[in-house]
């Protein structure tokens, strides 16, 4: 108790030790109670990040940084008004689709289920079997009334996407155009004792930078890809499909693991166990692994490497405490945790032990 006890009066007797847990904890108050009402803020630096990635690309042309604000701004409003207006309309359609169809997948399936106790009398009996297709049934019927309560609340969401639509661009343009402005103006209110803060900010500020913007392209290349395979294939689907592929990317390992269940699902319902549903399986098998083992590490070369185990319990944990912001932000939260732990000042005997 006596070294605990020493330690931490050692540690909170620098300032910048002091200031920077303050930080910390202020940060987590923010997010914690307000994170919801700041949803767009949050979302415009996050946005903000990744194109003012472009924008430092695009300075090798000499221009202005006011003109590469507006050119990448105009540009990336382009491409929202081409997913707003071109994807949307097309995943909502097939989503419907996927909809109706769920009666008859059902009648497939249960038929199928039916046929168990006849091929496998030694594992499935017909008391278990009617047991399954029971509980699947309750299970549909409560994902049913939930899907009736979220509608119910379809005027307060619209309220929302208006205010996103409204706000969002306007916070990205002013986060890009006077971001010099406001990082001057944090300086000056911060304290000047706060260069553990400023190290810790600027190992922070680099990795995710780098993940958000390679994240992004990601994204975009596995959808890319699902797509042209899956609809090469003949898959029912294949946008919404390759799109729900696209954005598992964002939770690692758990999202690839998520998704493959609608993928398999449906090529089986509209292929059965034929060549047709082992060539789709092998194709997206193969996009998989060449996503984790060929482009995430080009992607993400410059990313302090995380191990698996410490991915997996950042996504556990902090999508436990923010829910579905922290889990698509689990790997940024632990960079941030791993950028302090490597900036925070080491005690005295460590110090020693270090030197010698």
């Known amino acids: 108790m006596e070294q605990i006890s020493s330690w931490l009066k050692h540690q909170f007797s620098n300032p910048q030790v002091v200031f920077l847990s303050a930080a910390l904890v202020i940060l987590f108050v923010i997010v914690v109670y307000a994170g919801d009402m700041l949803a767009p803020v949050l979302a415009g630096i996050v946005i903000a990040y990744l194109l003012d990635g472009i924008i430092k690309r695009l300075a090798v042309l000499r221009l202005p940084r006011s003109l590469l604000v507006w050119i990448v701004f105009l540009a990336f409003m382009l491409f929202l ?33 039916m046929t168990l106790p006849e091929r496998y009398p030694d594992l499935f009996s017909q008391a278990q079997v009617q047991e ?58 911060l304290p000047s004792d706060n260069q553990l803060a400023i190290t810790v900010w600027r190992d922070v500020d680099r990795q995710i930078g780098n993940y958000i913007r390679g ?66 399986v092998g194709t997206y098998l193969v996009i998989q692994a060449l996503d984790g083992n060929l482009l995430v590490p080009l ?43 490597l900036a925070w000042p080491k005690a005295p005997d460590a110090e020693k032990t270090a030197q010698s």
């Open 299 to 341: 992607l993400f070369s410059e990313v302090v490497n995380i191990h698996p185990v410490a991915i997996i319990v950042a996504v556990l944990f902090f999508g436990g405490l923010f829910g579905v912001w922290g889990v698509f932000f689990a790997i940024p939260l632990a960079t941030l945790v791993q950028a302090i732990m």
């Open 81 to 113: 008004v081409l997913v707003v207006f071109g994807l949307l309309p097309t995943l909502y359609s097939q989503l419907t689709q996927v909809i109706a169809q769920i009666p008859s997948m059902l009648s497939t399936g249960q038929a199928a289920l």
């Open 132 to 189: 399954l297709i029971g509980s699947l049934r309750t299970d549909l019927t409560l994902a049913g009334q939930n899907l009736v309560t979220s509608s119910l609340s379809g005027a307060a969401s619209i309220i929302t996407l208006l205010i996103y639509v409204i706000l969002l661009p306007i916070l990205i343009f002013f986060f890009l155009k006077d971001k010099e402005r406001i990082m001057a103006w944090l300086k000056d209110v």
């Open 215 to 280: 994240k992004f392209w990601e994204i975009l290349i596995v959808w890319s890809a699902s797509f042209m395979a899956f609809n090469l294939l003949g898959l029912q689907f294949s946008m919404l499909l390759s799109v729900l592929v696209g954005i598992s990317v964002l939770i690692p390992y758990i999202g690839a693991a998520v998704v493959t269940v609608p993928v398999v699902i449906i090529a089986y319902f509209q292929w059965g166990w034929t060549g047709d549903f082992a060539w789709l």
